[in-house]
């Protein structure tokens, strides 16, 4: 595992053999965290945990093409499903 620290206060972290290590989760300065998934070059976002209400977003699609597909908020009470392409999703 290795931790970068950017100067903006955000902290990404990276897992794998080294000169193959990808980027698996990053944290910003809010509290938000982004979790990744895939190979080196080519990691996508799959999940938002929300530092501000406690809610978690899930993304699904190819790295640079995510799209919000569901939103699950912090009371635990209440799901959203969304369809549609990336910046153009709906409920």
């Not at 902290?11 to 080294?18: A, I, P, R, S, W």
């Not at 080196?40 to 699904?60: C, I, K, S, T, W």
Request: glycine residues 16%; aromatic residues 8%; hydrophobic residues 30%.
């Amino acid at each position: 595992k290795v931790r970068s620290v950017r100067a903006s206060g955000s902290v990404k972290y990276y897992e794998g053999d080294k000169g193959a290590e990808r980027l698996v989760r990053k944290g910003l300065l809010s509290g938000t965290v982004l979790h990744y998934e895939g190979e080196r070059g080519v990691e996508r976002l799959v999940r938002m945990e929300l530092a501000d209400d406690g809610g978690v977003e899930h993304y699904e699609g190819e790295s640079g093409a995510e799209r919000l597909s569901r939103a699950e908020f912090a009371n635990g009470e209440e799901v959203q499903y969304y369809e549609g392409e990336g910046g153009a999703e709906r409920m």
